[in-house]
């Protein structure tokens, strides 16, 4: 029975670890095909250029991130020297955090998945 359980905490944990890569690959592939401009630090970035910041970042903050959230805090949410929040410039909408513009995304996705 204790290996039952071990073995359904297992399947349980690769299930959400897989659910958790899929949003994240997710959010990568939005930002990389977004229309809209990316702002660090006054600098503005179309979305290949964000994405592959976002990467860096990511690969660095490998070993804290478990959850999608956690992948856009740690990633996407502002500069660690500057302390300044990234932002999101689309055409004809406000500009918003960048942490704001994801989250809304990954819900979106998220309903759509279900």
């Known amino acids: 029975m204790k290996r039952l359980i071990a073995l359904f ?3 349980v944990s690769v299930s959400v670890l897989a659910d958790t890569q899929d949003e994240v690959d997710h ?3 939005f930002v990389n095909n ?3 401009q990316y702002e660090r630090n006054g600098n503005i ?3 290949v250029e964000a994405t592959e910041h976002i990467m860096k970042k990511a690969d660095y903050y490998a ?3 478990k959850t999608a959230e956690d992948f856009i805090a740690y990633s996407a949410t502002k500069s660690l020297m500057s302390r300044k929040h990234y932002k999101v410039h689309c055409e004809g909408q406000p500009t918003i955090k960048s942490s704001e513009w994801l989250l809304t995304e990954l819900s979106r ?3 759509q998945a279900h």
């Open 9 to 11: 905490s297992l399947l």
């Open 27 to 29: 959010l990568i592939e």
């Open 34 to 36: 977004t229309q809209c």
């Open 45 to 47: 970035h179309n979305g």
């Open 63 to 65: 070993d804290d991130i």
């Open 109 to 111: 996705y998220r309903e």
